[in-house]
């Protein structure tokens, strides 16, 4: 390791170890010692070790002729592709070098149990495969991404006759999947090979071999060899545009003769797939000018065979059509003129009818993301031919406009609007479509009308999701719509008093809760600039009534949704789309009068009537509560809060209410690890011994915990800090734990629902390293007699059974009896939750299972009876692992 050596001694060193030295018969240490000495003089002396020519090479070939230790294979493999890398001199010892590498292959070695090496099978095969990839030299045996036409000439047959024998004969995805990836490699390799008039085109001739094994079997009437013949042909093809036309230029012509010979559709649908392929492959390419494209000589016959298939009967087949029109479109940007106008047209007319059809939801489904993929490709035709086709559906009174199958149409319709708004333009003509439709459905009367309006909500909440990324349609998007969503629920609230049926079915809570996703959406995505005009107009109208900006503000009364009065009672409700917007601001957006607001939304969360309101008003103020910067301030509203909240939670009409603000004022300060989040969760761990509050209280460890969808959640801007639940478990845990074995039992019960919550949000690594000192009490919860504590805990034990199979198989006498007894359990959910947990007994270790072989087989034949199938087909799963258990091979 000296670099201060005299020039010439790191020579004599090496000489003396090459001429005097048995490397192979000394210890595997001191082997590797010398492997270290030449791998530092290659480093330091890099001049002088290359003065000596071939004959290093030769030396250190002497030294590791032989070496049979994975630890000194490692460091040798390494000193072979250095030679080679820098070009070390390799003389007349290249096959020498080659076959005292190339014995090793293929690695066989499988490293003993508990190994404090290290070393794996995949590190030896990954070196050595770099030794044998390193240079043309070695071209007798391998990689053709590093070797040449020159080395490689002359085994293309019989590597073409392998890889064939492969890919027709073997069992394994594996071997297939590298066998292609070989060919591939060839035919890449080959496509870099420069022509000239007195040498032979390797490609071709290569491609010809592989087209004449193949090409025959796409004509065979029983297809057996038809998917192994097209992926190899595939896989040629597709490693180089040269490659590319010689292969379609063969084989697509035979695959649309093919289509047309056969009249069944599973044998169609078959040939569409592998044209499918072939088509998929011309996208790689990029554009190609059209005396060039194969594709565009066939293109008649090519769309003429993918329309036949999306008006056949098979479902199947429409679907592989539906794909292979996807990609006809896309082709259009690669091959000019290959879809004629009237051939888009086709193309959209076919998207319509098959997004519209009510027969199968498969294909309908596939039609729309279709529609979605290529509207972008073609703005002008898919808005100027299918969004009026939509629109007529839609609009369209008919007799049985009540019945179920307008009604489905209908969904259909807002589904296929929703799905084709992929581009800023089409944007601008569906958007005013659905808010239209969503009018109209507000002005009737029927009991449909709150369903229709959820189907509206959900089709403008898609689109707002595809406008996100581009910052000119996210504005169009938000100016238009959270307007308009607003000035129909303003609209709405304030005829509630004076014409009850008007407008009625928005105020519903899930319409309500509907439109939340869509003004969210429509918020998040917002410039600061522009998420700061807007919330200059959102808050002034519910604070001050300034209805000025909506778009129609001609309203009988004022709007004043923090007033008190039972008659404001429907205003109010409209708080959760406050909610909405404000709660989805970025954090550098500056809230006007944000003070006051939450003083308003503090007091209408303790002092409203109605359970959604007060719990959306909560929800708000601990949105904002979240964001607000930390200092005097935020602690002041804080403090204000928790005098609000003391009292109530004490006694009086309104302690659920205060229970569900102290629950989203936790939450909203335990993400963002505000000190008083551990005195707010140290109230709610005190409400767990109340008769009346304690299982509610228990249920809100899962609110703290969960992924929030409305609010607090990252995608909203909340502040949520990486390891919280780790944080909240190793401070609260203990205290549950504690508390549990101090409480009476009519309260126990609360604590063990609260561990459960808390332990089934945790991440899965940081449970089982805890798992020893709590699996005592995750049994106890199991006799519990409360079905939420019950399906808590075992949705918990389920994935330990997988990941700590030695810690749970300690007390699998427990495990077997709980499991069972709850598999007769009033509750599906428990019932199914129980078998699950039976059939993951079995990763167990199978001595320490076998003795219960018998007695759970005879307990799991019970459920195989069950009245619901979806307990029936769990039973089914465990019992034949059970049976299995102890077998030979398992």
């Known amino acids: 390791m000296c670099e201060v050596l005299s020039p010439g001694l790191a020579v004599s060193v090496l000489k003396a170890i090459f001429q005097e030295v048995h490397v192979q018969s000394l210890l595997q240490l001191d082997r590797h010692t010398v492997y270290s000495i030449i791998t530092n003089f290659m480093g330091t002396r890099e001049e002088e070790l290359k003065g000596l020519g071939a004959d290093f090479t030769f030396g250190f070939i002497q030294v590791m002729d032989g070496e049979k230790d994975p630890r000194n294979l490692l460091v040798a493999f390494q000193i072979v592709r250095d030679l080679i890398a820098k070009n070390y001199a390799l003389g007349p010892f290249v096959e020498e070098l080659f076959e005292v590498t190339s014995c090793y292959f293929p690695i066989d070695f499988t490293p003993p149990p508990n190994d404090p090496h290290g070393i794996q099978r995949e590190d030896l095969i990954l070196s050595l495969r770099a030794v044998l990839a390193s240079t043309p030299q070695f071209a007798e045996t391998a990689c053709c991404a590093i070797y040449g036409q ?3 000439q002359e085994f293309l047959p019989s590597l073409w006759s392998s890889l064939r024998r492969e890919v027709f004969q073997t069992a394994s995805e594996k071997v297939e999947a590298e066998c292609l990836a070989a060919l591939h490699a060839l035919s890449a390799c080959l496509s870099c090979s420069v022509l000239s008039s007195d040498t032979e085109d390797l490609l071709d001739t290569f491609l010809s071999s592989i087209l004449q094994d193949c090409r025959h079997h796409l004509c065979e009437p029983d297809m057996k060899l038809v998917w192994p013949s097209a992926k190899l042909l595939q896989a040629a093809a597709g490693a180089s545009l040269r490659a590319y036309h010689r292969v379609t230029s063969s084989v697509l012509p035979l695959l649309l003769e093919q289509y047309t010979k056969h009249p069944q559709s599973s044998q169609r649908r078959t040939i569409l797939e592998m044209l499918l392929g072939f088509l998929e492959l011309q996208q790689k390419w990029g554009h190609v000018e059209e005396d060039e494209s194969t594709l565009l000589s066939l293109q008649a016959p090519i769309c003429s065979v993918v329309f036949s298939a999306l008006t056949d009967p098979s479902v199947q087949l429409q679907l592989v059509g539906i794909r292979a029109l996807t990609v006809l479109g896309s082709l259009q940007a690669l091959v000019a003129g290959f879809l004629s106008p009237s051939d888009l047209e086709l193309v959209v007319d076919h998207l319509i009818r098959l997004s519209l059809r009510e027969e199968d939801s498969q294909s309908g489904k596939a039609a729309m993301e279709a529609a979605g993929s290529l509207a972008p490709v073609y703005p002008k035709v898919f808005s100027g031919r299918m969004v009026p086709r939509l629109e007529e559906e839609l609009q369209s009174e008919r007799e049985e406009e009540s019945s179920h199958d307008h009604c489905s149409l209908r969904q259909r ?11 800023t333009s089409i944007v601008r003509e569906t958007v005013p479509v659905l808010l239209q439709h969503l009018q109209k459905v507000q002005k009737g009367s029927e009991a449909r009308n709150a369903q229709d309006m959820v189907s509206v909500c959900q089709s403008l909440h898609r689109v707002a999701l595809q406008c996100q990324q581009d910052a000119e349609g996210c504005w169009y998007y938000h100016q238009t719509v959270v307007p308009c969503l607003l000035a129909m629920a303003v609209q709405a609230a304030m005829q509630e ?5 008007l407008g009625k079915a928005l105020l519903e809570e899930e319409v309500l ?11 998040t995505h917002l410039s600061p600039e522009l998420a700061a005009q807007s919330v200059s107009h959102v808050v002034p109208l519910f604070l001050d009534g300034e209805v000025s900006f909506l778009p129609q503000n001609s309203y009988p009364c004022s709007f004043q949704p923090f007033e008190d009065g039972e008659c404001l009672e429907a205003q109010r409700r409209l708080v959760i789309l406050l909610m909405a917007f404000i709660c989805s ?17 503090l007091a209408l969360s303790c002092s409203c009537n109605c359970p959604f309101t007060a719990t959306t008003a909560a929800k708000c103020f601990a949105g904002l509560v979240n964001k607000h910067p930390a200092g005097q301030q935020l602690d002041e509203i804080l403090q204000l809060a928790v005098n609000r909240m003391e009292p109530s939670l004490a006694e009086g009409p309104r302690r659920m209410q205060a229970l569900t603000l102290l629950l989203w004022v936790t939450k909203a300060l335990v993400l963002r690890y505000h000190p008083l989040s551990s005195c707010l969760t140290d109230k709610l761990l005190g409400l767990l011994g109340d008769a009346e509050l304690g299982p509610a209280a228990a249920d809100g460890f899962s609110l703290l915990m969960a992924e929030s969808p409305d609010v607090l959640h990252k995608g909203c801007h909340a502040d949520v800090r990486i390891m919280f639940r780790q944080r909240f478990f190793t401070d609260n845990v203990p205290k549950l734990v504690q508390g549990f074995h101090g409480a009476g039992p009519d309260v126990k019960a609360n604590y063990l629902k609260g561990l459960s919550h808390v332990l089934n949000h945790l991440p899965k690594p940081v449970l089982v390293t805890e798992l020893p000192t709590l699996l005592s009490l995750l049994l106890e919860a199991l006799s519990c007699s409360d079905r939420v504590v019950q399906l808590s805990t075992l949705s918990c034990l389920q994935p330990l059974l997988l990941e700590a199979p030695q810690i749970m198989s300690l007390h699998v006498d427990t495990l077997v009896t709980k499991f069972l007894s709850l598999t007769s359990s009033p509750t599906m959910a428990v019932r199914i939750a129980a078998l699950r947990c039976a059939h993951a007994l079995t990763s167990l270790p199978t001595t320490a299972l076998l003795p219960y072989k018998a007695r759970v087989i005879r307990a799991l034949a019970k459920p195989l009876d069950d009245k619901k199938r979806l307990v029936r087909k769990e039973a089914v799963a465990a019992r034949g692992e059970w049976f299995l258990l102890g077998s030979p091979g398992r």
Do not use: F, G, Y
Request: hydrophobic letters at 50%.
């Open 150 to 152: 020159k080395e490689l």
């Open 413 to 423: 319709c807002l589904q296929a609007l929703a799905a084709v708004s992929t581009h």
């Open 497 to 501: 008093s004076t014409h009850p049926l």
């Open 513 to 523: 809760a509907a439109m939340v996703p869509v003004i969210s959406a429509a918020t």
């Open 585 to 601: 601001l970025p954090r550098n957006v500056a809230i006007p009068q944000q003070e006051r607001l939450l003083r308003e939304l």
